[in-house]
């Protein structure tokens, strides 16, 4: 027609809609059977297994902190040995932030971003494959090892010198830094996807002004794990290159220093808690929308405080810092920023209020979520200004008022908005509905068991109760507390249990969902639940921040693409006007290579310096095959 | 729901070169992430310096030749490389073919001389802490040489076969002369603190 290319090419506006739909599944198809599965670049396919992995992550880490809780719920307990006792808290906190939290909210970004910008597949959807790869391999390494009684028993932070050479001998260290390894190439590599399909793959129409302040978030998420994430790879690096090959960056005695790692580990740990909680609040900002029936209030606030809370993260890192005898001045510039950031905060909050007060609230599940969140986080907040002051620190500091803090602010500012969302989006995602009576039940089990395990923390730790602690004498006067906060937690269990159960339920039995269940505005309820492998049969053309609400008489699309072979529309960074039809990658089998052969390069390279040079090979030639052009219409036209 | 066409995107290019390209701005995320790498090893460097009573640790300064000759090397090499982007960008296959051959080879001349550099610092990286930071930062930047000069190998095999005339590969070439770019660029600093700060 307009154009012409040297292949007899197929588009969508010179067929039949039934024609256009097949032809469409036929150049997005994922093939079934087990090489399909394994070589798909379906963004959907691989959210899903990302959600679904994490969540199995969630639910091992549990069990953990149930033994704990067991543990503990009365004094001089035998059920955890000291060792035992260490290398489970160190699990549970590692797998939770690694593996369960930080990887979970991408996965959910995974799915939901390109169809929130109205494309079609994730950029660089072979990377996607392999970031999925990478982070089961890790996952798989943390828990294989556990189960050889090789877990980690430094502490999620595994400060030195207890976990250098000299105190953390066997590899239980190693493991634990490697795990990080592949976590952060995974993390790094989504962060990398996001910003380009943000950036670059926007439906056209959709301008910084029309972006779904869930995209935001992830945006500004993904420059967050962009520049925080190196220092953990430094950290973990140089960890294992003082065991390996006796380098001496943390040994006082040869000039290094083990405050280094502490400045490293939380330059990037701080930015860390924004990564996990910056997605959650973009998700509460996008659902609250539905259930509050009106536009939520302040976008250009919301949007604005998420940046701002993105630029102050990288300046708080000290706090967590205080009693390491740094000078004065510094503690008082981060007792300054760590208060800073609860302004950001505070204006979210305070729009998502108004949001609700001017709304016309609807209480489904998703929205019991949302204000579970605001009450949780809130609390979490104001205890997280507390210490912020340093001689308030010096005197809760590794006391068990800090564990009910960070759950607060983790649990309350990133696993009620998750829990929210997954509520929200399952039709999305399966199809089907979730139970309603099951949701409520489950929220309010949630709600009451978890502020009932972890409120009574606070005053253990203000009665002096140290944190990772494998038992207390019975003459301590925290006995009575601990009982009440480990029955508590059967409470908070069950409410878990119940969610799982929903979801497992639902996903086979619940009510077929419409293409639009919760009259929603943003663009992914704009095609079928679940959608189909290509997402959109026409590109949507974005004219509001609320195109839903707003083109009720028909959703504009555009014209124009070609159905034999993968494309998607590449749009300014500003405006979203059109630049490119561009091919997106087909499936292939090169990346689960590709990630194949890195991990055993970087579980290789825990015993041997020479794992990296002779490891890289094989990685080296499965990236070739990963970008070596198979002459499909995508690589050559 | 209902769909209206109210746009016709038929008379788009089938590839976006430049800004339009996805691989570009992925390549510049890739550049970010490396580039707060970087920093932050330099950011070691200079924290262990300011702890050390005396630096470098019980070592000379690094003998300033194999260093300087790479930065030289670098430095020149960044002539055919931003003539070889250009050529890509006017898609003129056969001079990007002699541009892709000549980058790799010149790619491999640092790293002959990177062979002398490692004894010149003069110190183990198992013998103090400044020997591990200057092992570091010379072993980080070598790997992205090496990376560099892998890619560049790849490509010019493909650039000579049928793959060669397409606007995707010559986007290719123009990433891959934009990433040896960051990879000159990055040494300059890293060269001033191996060599230069060890001096003051």
């Given at each position: 027609m307009k154009q012409s290319a040297a292949a007899p090419e197929q588009r969508d506006i010179d067929v039949e809609r039934a024609q256009l739909t097949d032809a469409l599944a036929e150049t997005w198809k994922t093939p079934s059977g087990l090489w399909g599965a394994l070589a798909t670049v379906d963004h959907k396919i691989i959210g899903r297994r990302y959600i679904f992995t994490a969540f199995v992550f969630l639910a091992l880490g549990g069990v953990l902190a149930a033994l704990m809780r067991i543990q503990l719920a009365q004094p001089e307990a035998r059920l955890l040995g000291p060792d035992r006792y260490n290398q489970i808290f160190t699990m549970h906190g590692a797998n939770m932030m690694f593996l369960f939290a930080v990887p979970v909210m991408e996965a959910v970004a995974v799915y939901l971003v390109p169809l929130m910008v109205g494309t079609r597949n994730i950029a660089f959807p072979r990377l996607n494959a392999f970031s999925y790869w990478i982070y089961l391999a890790g996952g798989a390494l943390l828990w294989i090892a556990f189960a050889l009684d090789m877990g980690p028993d430094v502490g999620w932070f595994a400060y030195v010198p207890l976990s250098g050479p000299q105190y953390g001998t066997g590899k239980r260290a190693d493991i634990w830094a490697q795990m990080i390894t592949f976590t952060e190439i995974s993390a790094l590599a989504v962060a990398v996807e996001f910003v380009v399909t943000i950036f670059k793959q926007r439906a056209p129409g959709m301008t910084l002004d029309r972006i779904p302040v869930f995209v935001w978030a992830m945006l500004v998420t993904s420059f967050l794990v962009i520049m925080a994430m190196p220092a953990i790879v430094l950290a973990s690096t140089s960890l294992i290159l003082d065991r390996l090959v006796g380098t001496h960056f943390y040994n006082p005695a040869e000039g290094?220093?083990?405050?280094l790692w502490q400045h490293l580990f939380w330059f990037f740990g701080h930015p860390e808690v924004y990564i996990i909680f910056l997605p959650a609040v973009g998700m509460v900002s996008t659902m609250i929308e539905p259930f509050a029936r009106r536009p939520t209030f302040g976008y250009l606030g919301l949007v604005m405080a998420l940046i701002a809370t993105g630029i102050l993260a990288f300046g708080l890192w000290v706090h967590h810092m205080f009693v390491a005898g740094l000078p004065r001045l510094g503690d008082s510039f981060f007792t300054a920023s760590s208060m800073a950031i609860a302004i950001p905060a505070g204006i979210q909050i305070f729009c998502w209020l108004a949001t609700l007060w001017d709304g016309r609230p609807v209480f489904k599940s998703p929205l019991l979520f949302i204000i579970g969140f605001i009450v949780t986080f809130v609390i979490g907040g104001l205890t997280g200004v507390m210490v912020a002051s340093v001689p308030f620190d010096t005197q809760v500091h590794d006391t068990y008022f800090v564990v009910a803090h960070f759950h607060y602010v983790l649990i309350g500012g990133a696993v009620f908005p998750l829990l929210g969302a997954i509520h929200y989006w399952f039709p999305k995602l399966t199809g089907r509905m979730m139970s309603e009576a099951l949701g409520q039940w489950s929220f309010w089990l949630i709600f009451v068991g978890f502020n009932a395990t972890f409120f009574p923390m606070h005053i253990l730790g203000l009665e002096g109760m140290p944190r990772r602690i494998y038992t207390y004498q019975p003459d301590l006067p925290w006995h009575g507390l601990n009982l009440f906060v480990s029955l508590s937690a059967v409470i908070l269990t069950a409410g878990f249990l119940l969610f799982f159960i929903n979801v497992m339920r639902s996903a086979r039995f619940g009510e077929i969902a419409l293409d639009n269940p919760w009259d929603a505005p943003t663009l992914e309820w704009a095609t079928t639940s679940p959608p189909p492998s290509y997402n959109f049969a026409m590109i949507p053309v974005v004219g509001s921040l609320h195109p839903l609400w707003d083109d009720r008489d028909g959703l504009p699309v555009a014209d124009g693409l070609r159905t034999d072979r993968r494309e998607l529309i590449v749009t300014t960074l500003a405006t979203a006007e059109p630049q490119a039809r561009e091919a997106s990658p087909q499936n292939s089998i090169w990346p689960l290579w590709a990630a194949i052969a890195t991990t055993i390069m970087l579980i290789w390279s825990i015993f041997s310096p020479w794992a990296v040079v002779w490891g890289s090979i094989p990685a080296a030639v499965a990236l070739i095959g990963w970008f070596w052009p198979k002459g499909t219409p995508e690589d050559e036209s | 729901m209902r769909e209206k066409i109210v746009l016709d995107l038929g008379k788009l290019p089938l590839h976006g070169m430049g800004t339009a390209s996805v691989t570009w701005w992925g390549t510049l995320a890739f550049m970010l992430i490396e580039g707060t790498g970087f920093a932050l090893v330099i950011a070691v460097y200079l924290y262990l310096m300011s702890l050390a009573t005396a630096w470098p640790i019980n070592t000379p300064p690094p003998d300033l030749l194999p260093g300087t000759l790479v930065t030289l090397i670098l430095l020149t090499s960044l002539i055919p490389n931003i003539l070889l982007s250009r050529w890509a960008e006017q898609q003129d296959l056969r001079k990007v073919r002699i541009g892709m051959v000549m980058m790799s080879m010149i790619g491999t001349l640092p790293l002959i001389v990177r062979i002398f550099e490692f004894p010149a610092l003069k110190v183990s990286w198992d013998s103090n802490a400044y020997g591990s930071v200057v092992w570091t930062l010379l072993g980080l930047h070598t790997t992205h040489i090496i990376t560099d000069l892998v890619d560049t190998l790849v490509l010019a095999a493909l650039v000579f076969t049928r793959h060669g005339r397409s606007p995707r590969r010559f986007g290719d070439v123009q990433d891959n002369a934009m990433y040896w770019n960051f990879v000159v660029a990055t040494w300059l600093p890293i060269y001033g603190c191996i060599y230069w700060l060890a001096r003051l």
């Open positions: 290094g220093d083990v405050l | -």
